[in-house]
């Protein structure tokens, strides 16, 4: 199964070249200025990265709204979404090399990048172009004082360049998220991947040029936030709109930036996600449900589990049985045989957890297992990896329990009753997420529409309809995305009236 070169994602990313370059215009280009991109396994250089500067980010927008009045914004929406069906294409030929970029960049077993990541990128161009083919418009029919009537209708049209910024956890999942349906609705775009995890979107960029995207279309800008592409993109009067997943503060800055053009915003933001294990739960179930939700890609998926709430009654039982699961994950090098979980992203993002790690003693935790850094005695130690860490004992108001983490960590604390744990669920100043682990269907169904988030799982955790509405509340964010809710934030909506 685990056939990559170890090469490959130990020192680089195999056949791609080690420098990584924007893709403006059709054109594959450098810049004045690179940063690296380092693999957080062992702390080892993978490529040079160029930082695409002020000028460049200027050119991609121009060329995105060049695009628009091109070739691609006469295709009918049969032969834009054969294209995209080719990108996918795309990606499928090329799929070991995509996994290789995935696990170079951010160290996640090479299985996660196979059955997840990679699969969920292709699977967003295909269920957006379908859908771009299949959707519907309303229609409105009225009466009018001579008898005769009229006729509403709403089109869709492309919006226009739509800019988008992603994060680190989930490169290419998210990065095709946001790319997929904006290129579905007929729109060009601007796209900025996170500087952690720059690989595979420049290959991206690659199956693009090769299955004939024109010139344009779509537009790759690497660098940083602050003062660098980031910034240069969200202040940019030629976008249309502004689409963006990442932390809750950057999504602040961001909508002031947009906010004197008045852009279209959708952000997908933070989170401080619960799970809710009651009496009535397969215990079993829940433990395993709950071992997923709080330590899945170390815990860097905006979804994951942080607060875990368990009935007072089961409570000892849960606590023991989530620690023998917790300490039977395998830690270790991505391709490792039975590997659970890599490193952190980064050394900077390493310090951050463990800095929570101490807080959380501090605050008065009983470390129920990890809390530290795990030794292997070779190279991994250079890299930036975390023990996976459960603890009880905090109250609601302690930080590790309000903020968000971002790491392999969950608290667990124990409840009465119902209306407690609800109010208790909802007392947070994020709203993504929770799962609900419980037998009890009236229950399921109760409870779940009274937790303030987006998404709302009863006995599992992250099944994704791409077809569904995905989004948070609160510093979570802002609109949703998924099925027909991207056809719509993705389009012009104009009414069109005629009388008869
Ligand atoms: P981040 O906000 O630091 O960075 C995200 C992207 O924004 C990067 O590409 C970065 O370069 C860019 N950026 C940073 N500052 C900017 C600025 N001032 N202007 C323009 N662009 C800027 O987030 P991260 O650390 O990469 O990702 C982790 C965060 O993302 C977590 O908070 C996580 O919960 C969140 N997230 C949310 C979802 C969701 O669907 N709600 C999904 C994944 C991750």
């Not at 991206?204 to 993109?233: W, Y």
């Not at 503060?249 to 799970?275: C, Y």
């Not at 009983?366 to 603890?391: L, S």
């Amino acid at each position: 199964m685990n056939t990559l070169p170890s090469q490959v994602w130990r020192t680089n990313i195999g056949s791609a070249p080690s420098q990584l370059l924007n893709y403006i215009d059709g054109n594959f280009v450098t810049s004045a200025s690179s940063f690296a991109n380092i693999n957080p396994v062992n702390g080892k250089l993978i490529s040079d990265v160029f930082e695409a500067d002020a000028k460049q980010v200027n050119e991609a927008v121009v060329a995105a709204q060049n695009a628009l009045k091109g070739p691609w914004g006469k295709l009918s929406v049969q032969d834009r979404a054969a294209l995209i069906h080719k990108i996918a294409d795309g990606i499928q030929a090329r799929f070991e090399e995509f996994v290789a970029a995935e696990v170079a960049d951010t160290g996640r077993p090479v299985h996660q990048a196979r059955t997840l990541d990679i699969p969920r990128a292709i699977a967003n161009f295909r269920t957006f172009a379908d859908l771009a083919k299949t959707s519907h418009t309303d229609l409105f029919e009225m009466s009018t004082s001579d008898g005769s009537g009229a006729l509403n209708y709403t089109v869709r049209k492309p919006l226009g360049v739509i800019g988008v910024i992603s994060p680190w956890n989930l490169p290419l999942l998210l990065f095709t998220w946001k790319v997929a349906p904006a290129l579905a609705c007929g729109n060009t775009v601007v796209a900025k991947p996170s500087e952690e995890s720059p690989s595979s979107a420049t290959l991206l960029a690659e199956v693009m040029h090769d299955a004939g995207v024109p010139p344009g279309v779509f537009n790759l800008i690497h660098g940083f936030g602050k003062d660098s592409a980031g910034e240069f993109l969200t202040q940019h009067p030629g976008i249309s709109a502004l689409t963006f997943t990442g932390e809750s503060k950057t999504g602040s800055t961001i909508m002031k930036a947009v906010a004197d053009g008045v852009k279209e915003v959708s952000f997908e933001l933070g989170g401080k996600n619960a799970a809710v294990v009651f009496a009535d739960a397969d215990l079993d179930a829940a433990i395993e449900g709950v071992l997923r939700s709080s330590f899945t890609n170390s815990g860097q998926v905006c979804l994951c589990s942080e607060r875990v709430y368990v009935h007072r009654s089961i409570f000892d039982e849960f606590v023991s049985g989530l620690k023998v699961e917790a300490e039977r994950l395998v830690v270790g090098y991505p391709d490792q045989d039975g590997v659970n979980m890599g490193p952190l992203i980064s050394h900077g993002h390493r310090d951050k957890v463990l800095s929570y790690y101490r807080l959380a003693v501090d605050e008065g935790a009983t470390v129920v297992t990890g809390g530290g850094v795990p030794k292997f005695n070779d190279e991994r130690d250079q890299g930036a990896y975390v023990q996976p860490t459960i603890w009880t004992g905090l109250s609601d108001k302690a930080r590790c329990v309000t903020e968000e983490i971002f790491g392999p960590v969950c608290h667990i604390s124990p409840f009465d009753d119902e209306d407690e744990v609800i109010n208790r669920v909802n007392d947070s100043n994020y709203g993504l997420a929770c799962a609900i682990w419980t037998t009890n269907l009236s229950r399921a169904h109760r409870v779940s529409r009274q937790i303030h988030v987006g998404l709302v799982w009863v006995n599992t955790w992250y099944l994704r309809d791409l077809r569904t509405p995905f989004g948070g509340v609160k510093l979570s964010g802002l609109g949703r995305e998924g099925g027909r809710f991207s056809m719509d934030f993705y389009s012009d909506i104009a009414n069109i009236c005629i009388k008869i």
